[in-house]
Every structure is written in structure tokens, then in C-alpha cells.
């Protein structure tokens, strides 16, 4: 009787201990080696490069009166497209659903390794754009700077310095 009291206990502590059913099944699938659906997914969304802003979405100016160079950009759609009428300004969505007015919209698409020369002017995310792992939240998140490459002697790695600063090649972008 003692016996089956204990085992009843230990089976509640591990249940009680794991969050959801998909932790025992992320916890079964690494004792065993194996990876689950989900994770595989992901993880290889990730490393095919499948990160990217969506389709109707271009970089835009979050600095006020900074310029083209200086200004910090978020990926939005463009709700209402610049024109005279509205001092040559856009009024975008944000992906965190912050409607502004910005006054530099910027198409950009991701870096080939022929887009980065010594001096050439790449967008990047100064805090982000060095990290192996980035989800689809992180890249459209981030804010974007022009910096300038600085080495290409890594290129063959996908990394590119920038700024004197190395950066994954697949994380940059070049303004259109």
C-alpha cells in the first residue's frame, strides 16, 4: 500500500511540476533525441531565412527631423501615401498598431553577399542583427539604422562587419 501511495505522489509531482502536456512532450523529445513538430518548424523557418517584413509592409522614418542617414526606421504599411496635401508626409501602421505620420518611407529588401562592398551603405538592427536566432516578432519589432560595412574578409561565413561591428548577412538590408 505504501508503495502505490508513493508511486501516486511521485506521478502528481511530475505532472504538477510541468507546465502543459506540450513541456512533457518537449522534455520526452529531448531525452530521446528527437524533435517535435512545432520546434522543427520554427527552427527551420528561421535558418531557411523565411524572417522577412510582410509583403505590403516598407521601413519608415520613427525620427522626426533627422535625416535620410541619421533617422531610425520600424517596418509599417502605408495607410495614406505622401502627397502634397499632406506635407509630402505617409501615414502608416505599425506592427504594434501605432498609426503616425513619418515623412521617410524607405523600400528595402534583404542583402545579397554582391550588395556588401567596403563603404556601402546597409540597414541593420544595432542590437539584433548579430543574434543567430530571430523570430518574425523580433525582426519586424526592432528599430533600423544605416551603418556602413566596414569588412567583408567573413562574408563566407554571412557575417559582414558593420560599423566595426560584425552582423549576419541574412539579418541586413539594403534600401531601395
Known amino acids: ?25 518537449q522534455g520526452a523529445s529531448a531525452i530521446s533525441g528527437t524533435v517535435s513538430k512545432g520546434a522543427a518548424v520554427s527552427g527551420s523557418a528561421a535558418s ?23 533617422a531610425r526606421y520600424l517596418p509599417a504599411v502605408i495607410l495614406t501615401a505622401p502627397t502634397a496635401a499632406t506635407g ?11 498609426k503616425d505620420w513619418t515623412r521617410i518611407v524607405l523600400p528595402s529588401r534583404k542583402a545579397n553577399d554582391s550588395d556588401l562592398k567596403i563603404g556601402g551603405s546597409v540597414l541593420y538592427m544595432y542590437y539584433q542583427s548579430d543574434d ?18 566596414t569588412s567583408t574578409d567573413e562574408i563566407f561565413k554571412g557575417v559582414v562587419e558593420i560599423d566595426g561591428r560584425p552582423m549576419l548577412v541574412k539579418w541586413i538590408r539594403i534600401a531601395q
Do not use: H
Not at 505504501?2 to 512533457?24: A, G
Open 1 to 25: 500500500m505504501k508503495t502505490i501511495v508513493f508511486l501516486m505522489m511521485c506521478c502528481s509531482l511530475l505532472i504538477v511540476s510541468c507546465e502543459t502536456l506540450t513541456d512533457i512532450e
Open 48 to 70: 531557411r531565412g523565411a524572417v522577412d517584413f510582410r509583403n505590403d509592409e516598407v521601413l519608415c522614418s520613427v525620427s522626426d527631423d533627422e535625416s535620410r542617414e541619421n
Open 88 to 98: 509630402n508626409q505617409a501615414e502608416v501602421l505599425y506592427p504594434d498598431g501605432k
Open 132 to 149: 543567430e536566432d530571430m523570430s518574425q516578432e523580433k525582426y519586424r519589432n526592432n528599430a533600423w539604422t544605416f551603418g556602413t560595412v
